[in-house]
């Protein structure tokens, strides 16, 4: 861990709360939805919805917006009001008026590590959207780099890493999720840290134990300055 130069952290779930915000929108969904399917089936044809359009939208509130207008139209074998329409829009809208709130630790572990090393956000989803909630976020100053990526696969990581004209072992990323934050980065030769949100989207969730020397699971982000002693 001596020759770590840059320490990257994903923005949502690591930085500020953002799943919570989507498992409610979608609770508002199914709700909508409820004439016409169960939570269950509706939950099950919205993420597969949104799974199946990924490669068109990538990440983020807008594709998720356009998706659940999809599921909907789906559900409701093409019959569903403009009205409804109208309230998945509203949905999706208040979806990004959302306060941005802080994770415990953040603020104090960046004011921390600010200085020593060179900080960086390493993100997936909309650029406009990711941008404003880091604006939003007061983090802004901690950082000398924002990337936002289409995905998080080692590739990614792979350019992020030469842009920043370092080499794979002085790269060390933080994030919540082992698929997106931690396996790719362990993969190219990087460090990774991960910490658990209380919440994960399904498509984040893998089924086997990270066993890797240069991962550690971590209970809360401050922990992650022992582990840099």
């Not at 990924?54 to 807008?62: A, D, E, S, T, V």
């Not at 959207?129 to 604006?135: G, P």
């Not at 990337?147 to 002085?170: A, F, G, H, N, W």
């Amino acid at each position: 861990m001596k020759n770590i130069k840059v320490i990257a952290f994903d923005a949502d779930d690591t930085l500020f709360i953002n799943e919570t915000y989507f498992a409610e929108t979608e609770e508002k969904f199914c709700s909508l939805m409820s004439d016409y399917l169960s939570n269950q089936g509706i939950s099950k044809e919205l993420f597969k919805v949104e799974i199946d359009n990924l490669r068109l939208y990538g990440y983020g509130i807008k594709g998720y917006i356009l998706s659940m207008i999809e599921a909907a139209m789906t559900i409701s074998n093409h019959t569903l009001p403009i009205e409804m329409i109208a309230k998945i829009i509203q949905y999706g809208k208040e979806l990004l008026e959302k306060p941005i709130v802080l994770l415990d630790g953040v603020e104090e572990t960046l004011e921390a590590l600010h200085g020593k090393y060179k900080l960086v956000v390493a993100t997936k989803g909309d650029l406009l959207d990711q941008r404003r909630k880091l604006h939003n976020s007061g983090l802004g100053h901690y950082f000398h780099h924002i990337e936002v990526m289409s995905d998080k696969q080692e590739v990614d990581y792979t350019d992020l890493i030469t842009r920043l004209e370092i080499q794979p072992s002085e790269f060390f990323m933080i994030g919540n999720s082992l698929k997106s934050d931690v396996l790719p980065v362990l993969a190219i030769g990087g460090h990774a840290v991960h910490i658990p949100f209380h919440t994960t989207w399904a498509h984040e969730k893998i089924d086997h134990k990270v066993v890797h020397a240069n991962f550690s699971a971590l209970e809360k982000i401050t922990d992650v300055l022992k582990r840099l002693e």
